[in-house]
């Protein structure tokens, strides 16, 4: 799918927030139905919100930022043939937590290989470009971010908001992110980028913004380490 297909149809359900049916033109269902097998999460029908439905949630909370997860399962008709058609707040929280993160993270993994496959990204000499920098995110300010992520600080304390530090890689052609790695904004990006040496596609070619990441991915002994310009 290229680039500006995928936009037309994240901007087409997005202008649409009281379905959820025309999320199958963008991820296949049978990706979520693996996704859940390959995290191991057992989904039951009977429950009024099973996981295969809790993991479209997710995703379409991706869609609908605005939205809580409360909203989302309200308004958009994802509930089990003759239910009720809204759930308390507290049930959603507590499916969310039975979902866990390894079955959206699987959802990624899945959809950027089948997407980077059917692209057919444009190479140069044989080798697929990637690219590799770092970003901070805000994340809303309460004491439990505080305490995973940290923050910036000056000489009169902590920043406005707890940040998370992401490192990701990307097909450069497209900007189709292609992995990522996160921890708390004190992590080192350096350390953060090793993590992605090992999902790095073979017969590519990985740009590096910083030069203490260059230096990380080479260094660090791994007899996989990709081609890398700094």
């Keep these: 799918m290229r680039l500006a297909r995928a936009l037309e149809l994240t901007h087409n359900i997005a202008s649409t927030p009281h379905s959820i049916e025309g999320l199958d033109s963008l991820l296949d269902p ?3 139905e693996q996704a859940l097998e390959q995290a191991g999460v057992a989904t039951l029908r009977k429950r009024r919100l099973p996981l295969e439905v809790m993991l479209w949630c997710v995703i379409s909370m991706a869609f609908f930022r605005r939205m809580s997860a409360w909203d989302v399962v309200s308004r958009m008709n994802i509930m089990l043939p003759g239910q009720r058609p ?3 707040p507290s049930a959603v929280v507590q499916a969310r937590q039975r979902l866990g993160s390894e079955a959206v993270r699987q959802v990624f993994d899945l959809t950027q290989k089948s997407w980077h496959e059917a692209a057919g990204h444009p ?10 920098d770092g970003v901070v995110w805000r994340t809303p300010d309460t004491p439990e971010n505080r305490a ?4 910036a600080s000056n000489q009169h304390g902590d920043t406005g908001f707890p940040q998370v530090r992401m490192v990701c890689q990307m097909e450069l052609t497209s900007h189709m992110l292609i992995g990522s790695a ?6 080192n990006e350096m350390k953060l980028a090793e993590q992605l040496i090992e999902t790095t596609p073979d017969h590519s070619l990985t740009l590096l913004i910083a030069a203490s990441i ?5 260094t660090n002994g791994n007899k996989r380490a990709p081609s890398v310009i700094g």
């Design 182 to 187: 996160f921890d708390g904004y004190r992590s």
């Design 214 to 218: 260059l230096w990380g991915c080479c």
């Design 30 to 32: 049978s990706l979520v």
């Design 123 to 132: 190479t140069w000499a044989g080798l697929r470009l990637l690219g590799v």
């Design 86 to 88: 809204l759930v308390a």
């Design 148 to 151: 995973r992520y940290d923050s």
